[in-house]
């Protein structure tokens, strides 16, 4: 058995999103993604599909030019290859789940460019 917590030992970044990986599993790595209020990630895109779930706060979620209001408890899958991109809102604690085969280094490279 493997645990974790999105609650414990919170560490936000003052200039990028926080990146850390809390899991990773023989199926998936879980990310968590503390992001304060107003901090963006610039448009990216994944080679595999995503879920994204706000544990707290709430999120502009863009994805293909539309912008979705997502606050605590919201949950989105996105296949491969979709644009989006995200800024804080308030304080944010998010969940990323990747694909076993994506990079974690990918999602930090993504906050330390935006």
Same mark, same amino acid.
């Given at each position: 058995?493997?645990? /974790?917590?999105?609650?414990?030992?919170?560490?936000?970044?003052?200039?990028?999103? /926080?990146?850390?990986?809390?899991?990773?599993?023989?199926?998936?790595?879980?990310?968590?993604?503390?992001?304060? +209020?107003?901090?963006?990630?610039?448009?990216?895109?994944?080679?595999?599909?995503?879920?994204?779930?706000?544990?707290?706060?709430?999120?502009?979620?863009?994805?293909?030019?539309?912008?979705?209001?997502?606050? +605590?408890?919201?949950?989105?899958?996105?296949? !491969?290859?979709?644009?989006?991109?995200?800024? !804080?809102?308030?304080?944010?604690?998010?969940?990323?789940?990747?694909?076993? /085969?994506?990079?974690?280094?990918?999602? +930090?490279?993504? !906050? +330390?460019?935006?």
């Amino acid at each position: 058995m493997k645990s /974790a917590s999105l609650t414990r030992n919170l560490k936000y970044n003052d200039s990028k999103p /926080a990146i850390e990986i809390l899991l990773d599993t023989d199926s998936s790595k879980e990310i968590r993604i503390l992001i304060k +209020k107003g901090q963006v990630m610039k448009e990216h895109k994944t080679s595999y599909p995503i879920m994204v779930e706000i544990f707290e706060g709430k999120i502009s979620f863009g994805v293909n030019g539309d912008t979705h209001q997502l606050e +605590k408890g919201d949950l989105v899958s996105l296949e !491969a290859s979709i644009p989006h991109d995200l800024k !804080a809102e308030e304080d944010s604690t998010i969940r990323l789940s990747l694909s076993k /085969a994506d990079s974690v280094e990918r999602v +930090k490279e993504v !906050a +330390k460019g935006s």
